[in-house]
């Protein structure tokens, strides 16, 4: 088979075309693209060629396919649309990165009081048990994903672009200084104990449930990640679609209880939205995999994240 490999603008990327067995898949096409271009598969998306001005979305190549697949086996050439997705890294290292960033910065603030000499205060600093027991909880938050990230998740997407990395990077280590900054500040203020066992109660409790939904996505797919994509059941998933955002958001929620830190309230306020928008399009998502049609099961009523509300 020949296949015609082209830019969006149609330019022709590798010259003359690749010629490749009947029987050849889409990752032997990759590999031969590869070969020709120096461009790793991980960053090459291919698709079927679009009618210039059509608003379709582009059928993209699935490298476990066969190019047959493709053709409907009556060609003997194909053309693809080749897309440079730019250097990649796996979702285990963009997690992994993204989460040890909070995890190392936030004790620095806990055990270095110097820090906040350079902001101008040089007293000594007293310790109270709540900025112990915060400290505590951050840590255990940020090491029960890093395990989550990899001996629980089963990711389906392969890789994620590098630049990723650095975004993400930086948002979560911003954060989380400025959250270790004013909860470990020598002039910080603690709110009552009742307060403070409300809150780290509830946010443990809900990090308890975070990591038993993250069990049942996980048994959602094979070991190998095969399995595309389910209808999550049980435990709260009964009620509400994304049950680990919702249980997410609690339990940032019980460490603002708890601790009570306006940047606090800011970091659950920007991660309620961004996993709000995820959570819908996902609802959506299910909703018209599970249409009910041809033998399809129909995807049962659910809340999208925030019960009663959304
Ligand atoms: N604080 C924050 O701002 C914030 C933001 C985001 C996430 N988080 C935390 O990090 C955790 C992981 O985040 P995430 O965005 O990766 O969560 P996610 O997409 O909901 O899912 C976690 C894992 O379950 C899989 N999965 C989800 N729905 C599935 C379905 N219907 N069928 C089969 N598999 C399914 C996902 O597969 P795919 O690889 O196919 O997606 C992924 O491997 C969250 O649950 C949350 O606790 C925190």
């Not at 053709?71 to 080749?82: C, D, P, R």
Request: charged share 15%; aromatic share 16%.
């Amino acid at each position: 088979m020949k296949v015609t490999v082209v830019s969006r603008s149609g330019r022709e990327i590798v010259e003359g075309g690749i010629e490749l067995k009947d029987s050849a898949t889409v990752a032997d096409l990759q590999e031969a693209i590869h070969k020709q271009t120096k461009k790793h598969p991980s960053r090459q998306r291919l698709t079927l060629p679009v009618q210039p001005g059509s608003k379709e979305k582009p059928v993209v190549l699935n490298y476990k396919k066969s190019l047959n697949d493709y053709t409907s086996g009556k060609s003997e050439t194909l053309t693809v649309t080749f897309k440079d997705l730019g250097p990649q890294v796996s979702y285990r290292t963009l997690f992994f990165f993204e989460y040890l960033g909070p995890l190392l910065l936030y004790p620095v603030f806990y055990y270095f009081p110097v820090v906040y000499q350079y902001f101008g205060y040089k007293g000594e600093r007293v310790i109270h048990p709540v900025q112990t027991y915060a400290l505590y909880y951050w840590c255990f938050h940020y090491v029960k994903r890093i395990l989550e990230t990899f001996f629980v998740h089963r990711f389906s997407h392969a890789t994620s672009p590098i630049s990723n990395v650095f975004r993400n990077c930086v948002y979560y280590c911003t954060f989380g200084s400025y959250i270790a900054y004013y909860v470990n500040h020598p002039l910080y203020t603690p709110v009552s104990d009742l307060q403070i066992k409300i809150g780290f109660g509830f946010g443990i409790l809900c990090q308890i449930s975070n990591f038993y939904c993250h069990i049942i996505l996980r048994n959602l797919r094979g070991p190998a990640g095969e399995g595309g994509c389910q209808i999550p059941r049980g435990f709260l998933f009964n009620i509400v679609t994304c049950a680990n955002y919702t249980t997410e958001i609690y339990q940032w929620l019980g460490f603002n209880i708890a601790t009570q830190t306006i940047v606090g309230y800011i970091f659950l306020a920007v991660g309620t939205f961004t996993m709000t928008n995820w959570a819908l399009a996902k609802h959506s998502h299910l909703k018209k995999l599970f249409d009910g049609k041809e033998g399809r099961p129909r995807y049962p009523r659910r809340w999208v994240i925030l019960p009663p509300f959304l």
